[in-house]
């Protein structure tokens, strides 16, 4: 287990300085004062890549300032990149599992909602998130990534292989279009 406080079983880390690159690129991560920036990367990303993620926009609809700003606080780390102070992409490290049924050991955590804004793909911002979910998860002594990402989804998959993830062989139905597989990609969180 790591030495690292856990609050809500979420580890407390900071962004060292190592993965917090000067202008145009830095990492955050999100904390309860970012539930609007938050807010609003969340919706664009259901909006812009609707098949792609497991919540919808009408999931989201009717969540209010509370419900977001719970979101933010829970058990998941939420990071942004941001261009010259805006932000451009993000990533949320699920260190529990998805379900009950369906929960991690103490070295492995899920990567979820990975998303970088159309103007700025292909500029090194997906490359920046995982450098920042990396260094999170090693001062919180995991070591293991998992992802899931719809099998369509041939962009997402190509950079997570850039990324150094590779297949595990495990494949689910995808929960709002059955007829396509989830397909699970992992890898151990390169050393320094």
């Known amino acids: 287990m790591s030495d690292i406080p856990v609050s809500g079983r979420r580890p407390e880390v900071t962004l060292p300085e190592t993965v917090q690159p000067d202008a145009p690129l830095s990492l955050r991560l ?11 990367l969340r919706l664009e990303m259901l909006a812009d890549a609707p098949d792609y993620f497991w919540a919808t926009l009408d ?7 509370a419900t977001w700003r719970e979101r933010v606080s829970g058990p998941h ?3 942004q990149a941001l261009a010259d102070g805006v932000p451009v992409g993000a990533l949320s490290i699920d ?3 998805y379900t009950e049924d369906m929960l991690l050991d103490e070295k492995t955590v899920n990567i979820v909602s990975v998303y970088v804004r159309p103007g700025h793909r292909g500029r090194g911002v997906v490359e920046a998130l995982f450098a920042g979910a990396d260094e999170v ?5 995991r070591s293991r990534q998992l992802l899931e990402t719809p ?7 190509r950079a997570y292989e850039r990324l150094g993830f590779t297949e595990t062989g495990h494949r689910s139905a995808d929960p709002r279009r059955p007829q396509l597989a989830e397909v ?7 050393s320094r």
Do not use: K
């Not at 999931?59 to 300032?65: H, I, K, P, Q, S």
């Not at 699970?184 to 390169?190: C, D, F, I, S, T």
């Open 95 to 97: 260190w529990v599992g």
């Open 30 to 40: 999100v904390d309860e004062a970012d539930w609007e920036s938050y807010r609003e």
């Open 184 to 190: 699970e990609y992992g890898r151990l969180v390169p």
């Open 77 to 79: 780390t939420h990071l």
């Open 59 to 65: 999931d989201v609809a009717d969540y209010t300032e």
């Open 137 to 141: 998860m090693r001062q919180a002594g």
């Open 151 to 157: 099998e369509d989804n041939i962009a997402g998959r």
